[in-house]
């Protein structure tokens, strides 16, 4: 599997962005999708994730910010993001986890997000 993340770029505060997830070599359907990121000097931390069935959770930072949401017939999973702040600036991630949450197994190269003040 392969994921194909894109979408990032400079933006302002308080503006948006719409980050995709492109998999290929395997049908996505019933996979867990999930969105992190990291920061230079921190930790990764988990932005939001989706279930195959839809149950999305988001992390705490970006909850009421952000809506995880997946296009199965095109193999793509987005992230919709919104009042972006200056502390969202980070490299963001799409993984893939077949066998369920807590197991990615597959993870993308990676989109720059840059949030200026």
């Known amino acids: 599997v392969q994921l194909q993340a894109s979408g990032g770029g400079l933006v302002q505060a308080g503006g948006s962005l719409r980050l995709s997830c492109a998999a290929s070599?395997?049908?996505?359907?019933?996979?867990?999708m999930g969105w992190y990121r990291q920061a230079p000097g921190k930790q990764r931390e988990m932005v939001a994730v989706?279930?195959?069935?839809?149950?999305?959770t988001y992390g705490v930072s970006v909850e009421g910010r952000s809506a995880i949401s997946r296009h199965n017939a095109k193999n793509t999973v987005f992230l919709q993001m919104n009042s972006l702040k200056p502390e969202d600036t980070a490299v963001y991630y799409c993984?893939?986890?077949?066998?369920?949450?807590?197991?990615?197994?597959?993870w993308g190269q990676g989109t720059e997000v840059t949030v200026s003040s």
């Open positions: 989706i279930s195959s069935g839809g149950t999305t």
């Open positions: 993984a893939a986890a077949p066998n369920g949450a807590g197991s990615y197994d597959y």
């Open positions: 070599g395997s049908t996505m359907s019933s996979f867990v």
